[in-house]
């Protein structure tokens, strides 16, 4: 049987009801994605992704699927409070397996999650407040544990306490951590199962410690392990307004290797218009803004090691360079991507959206799925 191999470059779109000012739209309707189409660089088929929405008689959407290459990839389903604010959520995927079920409060912030493995079996267990942080987290899917989490008056995380099972489902230990306004654990209280209690030593918990030293626009950030040796340093630099122009960083244990390097280059209003990034290999980064202000090009550019042949063993791949350049429309949702290996087009990709009037669907469907034809390439099994 012949089998589809090339992959949808797309992450799924979440879905939200709420008005878009954008041009091409007027007040009260909301953006959709409705198709995702991959081509080969001659204009061949390679994937595509479609939408389809229900609407409830208030306008709503209550359920929305996405269909990969004709195939039932992802749906979700959700139910609504008289007010028309959201209540609950589920998501399935490749047909009817729960994934992620979430329950929102009177005012449409997300409360609850559960999600579930490929058994159907609970995977984790999450609450969260009204500011979104997350205030208890249970896990079942390696080791069964509970963590509560408690945040200041700034919405600070400031406790933790986490309980540890053992495949019995019997508590093996728990403790308590205070976290101080960096994020740093500068203290843990260790309770055995047998309810013994006793501070732990701070080399249990801290792996190592940031040591700052900063002059003028330059600023140097050494990290020190546990046995007080000297990890690594990163040496920073500055502009007045303090956008970071390079970091650097070395391997001090290894004589002062060098481990990465970072550059950026900004445009008058603060903007990152130029970025590169030194670490396995090196990555050039462009960016380019429109005039009313939103990033509408990025374009990645990077050297890899490419085979000219499809079904060789990779002993002739050479150094290539390879450019991916992304646009991007006035909402930040990106609309095209185009691959490029040594200045030559290989593939690319197009996202479409459509403004739509929820008040014209009450109880009605959406429909994007069409009959296309896939290249004959992408039947090709490697």
């Known amino acids: 049987m012949k089998k589809i191999i ?11 009801l709420t008005a878009c000012g954008s041009s091409g739209s007027s007040a009260g309707d909301v953006k959709l994605p409705s198709v995702f189409l991959q081509y080969y660089s001659d ?8 939408y389809y929405y229900e609407f409830d008689k208030s306008g709503n959407i209550v359920k929305e699927s996405y269909y990969s290459c004709g195939n039932l990839y992802e749906t979700t389903e959700r139910t609504y409070s008289s007010s028309g604010i959201i209540a609950d959520e589920s998501v399935y995927g490749r047909g ?26 609970v995977d984790t267990y999450c609450e969260y407040n009204k500011d979104g942080n997350i205030i208890y987290k249970e896990s079942f899917s390696h080791s069964h544990y509970i963590i509560r989490y408690e945040y200041d008056d700034e919405g600070n995380l400031s406790k933790r306490y986490e309980e540890d099972y053992d495949e019995n489902d019997n508590i093996e230990f728990s403790y308590e951590d205070t976290i101080d306004s960096e994020g740093n654990i500068i203290n843990r209280i260790i309770t055995e199962a047998d309810g013994t ?19 003028g626009n330059h600023r140097t950030v050494i990290e020190i392990g546990k046995d007080g040796e000297q990890l690594y340093r990163t040496e920073e630099d500055y502009d007045d307004n303090g956008n970071l122009l390079s970091s650097t960083t070395y391997v001090s244990y290894d004589d002062d290797r060098l481990l990465s390097h970072e550059e950026y280059v900004y445009d008058e209003e603060g903007r990152v218009i130029h970025e590169i990034y030194d670490f396995m290999d090196s990555t050039e980064i462009l960016y380019e803004y429109a005039d009313e202000g939103y990033l509408y ?5 990077t050297e890899k090691y490419i085979s000219q042949e499809a079904y060789g063993d990779g002993s002739d791949a050479v150094l290539t360079e390879c450019m991916t350049v992304y646009f991007y429309d006035e909402d930040g ?37 069409e009959d296309r034809k896939l290249d004959e390439r992408a039947y090709i099994v490697y």
């Open 197 to 215: 209690s006793y501070a732990a030593d701070s080399t249990s918990y801290v792996a190592s410690q940031m040591v700052v030293e900063t002059d």
């Open 96 to 121: 009817d397996k729960l994934q992620t079920y979430r329950e929102f409060d009177e005012e449409g912030n997300l409360t609850k999650e559960t999600t579930y493995n490929y058994k159907g079996d």
């Open 43 to 50: 204009g061949g088929l390679s994937a595509y992704g479609e």
């Open 297 to 301: 090009k990025k374009t990645e550019i």
């Open 6 to 16: 090339s992959a949808l470059m797309t992450a799924l779109l979440t879905v939200s």
């Open 333 to 369: 949702d990106k609309v095209r991507c185009e691959n490029y290996q040594a200045g030559r087009l290989t593939s690319y990709s197009v996202w479409e959206f459509e403004y739509i009037n929820p008040a014209k669907y009450k109880g009605r469907e959406l429909d994007y799925r």
